[in-house]
């Protein structure tokens, strides 16, 4: 068997080598740049999940503190000492900021409807 040696540019002055050394890298800089994507995307992906596993832990808090009624601190209540039901007589809300502490109305008459009424008249002149 003959071996045979390659030298690059020997008879036409072009380094082949070269050529084909620099068309690889162009060829795999495509293949760098996807790498360097895929790498990114994998990032973000991550943090994604992150994002959600702590969304996930958030909402599972909150939907313990749906059902409790401790909240619900301040309540209110009406009562009357005469016929007239209280709740006829008086409103009441309770608002988030409400101070504790009782108080007491008293509701000394309420209004009367009244209609007053005159004979009729057939024309401006009577």
Do not use: C, P
Request: no cysteine; glycine share 4%.
């Amino acid at each position: 068997m003959v071996a045979t040696n390659f030298i690059s540019g020997l008879v036409s002055t072009l380094d082949w080598t070269s050529v084909i050394d620099q068309l690889m890298e162009v060829a795999h800089k495509r293949v760098d740049v996807l790498e360097e994507r895929k790498g990114q995307f994998e990032e973000k992906i991550s943090a994604w999940q992150e994002l959600n596993t702590k969304l996930l832990a958030l909402y599972s808090q909150l939907d313990e503190l749906r059902g409790i009624s401790d909240f619900n601190v301040f309540t209110s209540s009406l009562s009357s000492s005469s016929s007239t039901e209280a709740g006829d007589l008086l409103g009441v809300d309770v608002l988030s900021a409400a101070q504790e502490g009782s108080h007491q109305i008293e509701v000394l008459s309420t209004a009367q409807a009244r209609r007053l009424s005159s004979r009729s008249f057939s024309s401006a002149e009577e």
